[in-house]
């Protein structure tokens, strides 16, 4: 079982609408969650974080985190033509230098106008 | 701003050739990792460098080598290309001393590499 999975899409829907876009992870023990974005021919960018149960909105973002469930979400409101692309979802594993990523496979969505 | 270069954007080698990819970031980060992103498995980490000189294996180390001589710059080397290391590269880097939830990681823009 891969440590995190995350449905790969594709993902299509209208400008406007809300995209839910979700993980799941085996390791009860992992503590903080990331939300990358990848624009196409771009390296990813951190979208948001957080290490704990619970929701954190960011403008239209809202990352969600579920442990008893081992479950993170993320939810667009109002998606844009400009949110098209690969969302990563990821764990951050923690060792004595510093930390370590774990990825989800990652999900593309098209907004379309 | 953080900057995550990489020496090349598209590469193509034949097999069996040597290859070196250079990663270089400006803003004294200790921790530098290098992926390889493919489509259906997402980022899959290779090795990665907590200081000048140390490396750790991450998942899928065969076929790859790395070098960290001076902070700022990691290299993966592929002693003999294989057509199943055409992906995109991807370098990353982060401070690793900071507060553990704001260990982000930078990422440059990724080299396309094409084995023949």
């Known amino acids: 079982q891969k440590e995190v999975e995350q449905d790969p899409g594709p993902l299509s829907v209208p400008e406007g609408a809300i995209v839910s876009l979700n993980c799941t992870y085996s390791n009860s023990a992992f503590q903080y969650f990331m939300w990358y974005r990848q624009y196409s021919r771009k390296g990813p960018e951190l979208l948001m974080y957080t290490y704990s149960s619970g929701n954190k909105e960011d403008g239209r973002f809202t990352a969600q985190v579920d442990k008893s469930s081992k479950y993170i979400s993320l939810f667009i409101r109002d998606s844009q033509p400009s949110d098209s692309a690969t969302y990563l979802c990821?764990?951050?594993?923690?060792?004595?230098?510093?930390?370590?990523?774990?990825f989800g496979q990652g999900t593309e969505l098209s907004v379309k106008p | 701003d953080v900057k995550v270069t990489q020496s090349s954007r598209y590469l193509v080698k034949r097999t069996g050739e040597k290859v070196f990819l250079e990663c270089v970031q400006d803003m004294d980060h200790e921790n530098m990792f290098w992926y390889r992103q493919d489509p259906g498995l997402g980022l899959r980490l290779i090795y990665f460098s907590y200081d000048v000189k140390m490396k750790e294996k991450g998942d899928i180390p065969e076929g790859y080598s790395v070098s960290r001589e001076k902070k700022e710059r990691f290299s993966l080397i592929l002693e003999s290309a294989s057509t199943n290391q055409t992906s995109m590269y991807l370098c990353a880097s982060s401070t690793g001393r900071a507060v553990v939830s704001t260990d982000t990681q930078y990422f440059g823009p990724g080299t396309r590499l094409t084995v023949l």
């Open positions: 990821a764990i951050l594993m923690i060792y004595n230098q510093g930390g370590k990523l774990i």
